[in-house]
């Protein structure tokens, strides 16, 4: 790839990165936008998750970002110049097609409230897996303020490391007397105690994590894509307010994780408790807060060992979630979404009312 096309396509990815974050920056809240501005910063100077970065010059960064969101807003993605030829931005494997022969892979695709999102990042390895092409990657090169560390786009899968890291270490920074004692397990497991400062040690105990969290990550993209409904995009761009789209990507979230193909059922055949406790204990929360009889099952596993009772919860949690599932799938009318809307409020009220 000559510097003439690679100066070009940074410039044209970065280029759709900042006009999806001048659209959508205020679907985060000012915590979430906070931190994911920390983490973009120290992406782009290739800083340690744990580096400090100094008050006067984020916020000199930031205003300049922001300085061209009116202009930013209403323009329209660019299309990506690759081997002479147009790609658009959403075409993956036309512009993988091309740039993994440079060791570099892109990502394209629709986060959470379908904020688009965009990568550009160097390919730590390449696998086949139950028809599924799966890149880990490594340094980012660009990248925009939403980052996922895994994302299943078709039948291809992207591992990302360097976001994994970065989340791997927000997680950790939580950790105190009072937080949930599995998370503290989740890392304890993996080397890593509670108050350990950044360095070399944390280099390591983080890589060690990401590599088993990067198995359970991949578990729940292939189950992702075996139990995916083609009509889920659809209800997902229904216009639903936040927290009812947090609901359904819950929801198929689950369904993947507790699937005979998830990471729960992996854990359980491998007999795998660290990865199994990174399952569990790194939930994010909303997903968490749906399941509470899974973290009780694993409070009763720790003490029996009894790797029966985790498949049993797992399984009862697949078919219930697989039935709440039809059930919103069921209430979907195109022609009516705001009562798609009331409907699927009124059943995420009985839902919390059903947990045990």
Not at 106 to 112: N, V
Request: charge should be neutral; hydrophobic fraction near 45%; include cysteine.
């Amino acid at each position: 790839m000559t510097q003439t096309i690679m100066k070009r396509l940074l410039a044209d990815i970065k280029h759709n990165c900042d006009i999806s974050d001048a659209a959508y920056w205020g679907y985060f809240s000012i915590c979430g936008l906070l931190m994911r501005y920390r983490d973009l910063y120290r992406s782009e100077r290739r800083l340690d998750p744990w580096a400090p970065i100094p008050r006067d010059k984020i916020a000199a960064w930031i205003a300049t970002k922001e300085a061209r969101w009116p202009e930013l807003e209403s323009e329209a993605f660019r299309q990506l110049a690759l081997d002479g030829g147009l790609v658009g931005p959403f075409d993956v494997d036309a512009a993988n097609s091309f740039l993994n022969r440079a060791g570099l892979a892109y990502g394209a695709g629709y986060g959470t409230f379908l904020k688009p999102t965009f990568f550009l990042a160097e390919i730590r390895s390449v696998a086949e897996l139950e028809g599924h092409r799966v890149f880990t990657t490594d340094r980012e090169i660009v990248r925009d303020l939403f980052t996922a560390p895994a994302m299943v786009q078709g039948r291809t899968i992207f591992l990302r490391r360097e976001p994994l890291r970065a989340l791997l270490w927000d997680l950790y920074t939580e950790i105190h007397p009072g937080c949930a004692p599995l998370m503290t397990e989740a890392f304890r497991l993996n080397g890593l105690e509670p108050g350990q400062p950044g360095g070399p040690r944390m280099a390591d105990g983080l890589e060690r994590m990401a590599d088993a969290f990067s198995g359970v990550l991949l578990r729940h993209e292939i189950a992702e894509s075996r139990e995916a409904l083609p009509v889920w995009k659809d209800l997902l761009a229904a216009g639903l307010d936040r927290r009812a789209e947090l609901f359904l990507r819950a929801v198929q979230d689950l369904v993947a994780d507790t699937s005979a193909q998830g990471p729960l059922k992996q854990c359980v055949e491998d007999r795998d408790r660290r990865g199994l406790v990174l399952a569990v204990g790194l939930m994010d929360r909303f997903r968490s807060s749906l399941v509470p009889e899974l973290r009780n099952a694993y409070d009763r596993f720790r003490e029996t060992g009894d790797w029966t009772s985790i498949d049993e919860v797992r399984m009862s949690l697949f078919a219930r979630f697989r039935s709440i599932r039809r059930e919103i799938v069921a209430l979907y009318d195109p022609a009516d979404l705001p009562s798609f809307g009331t409907r699927i409020s009124a059943l995420m009220q009985a839902t919390a009312e059903q947990r045990p």
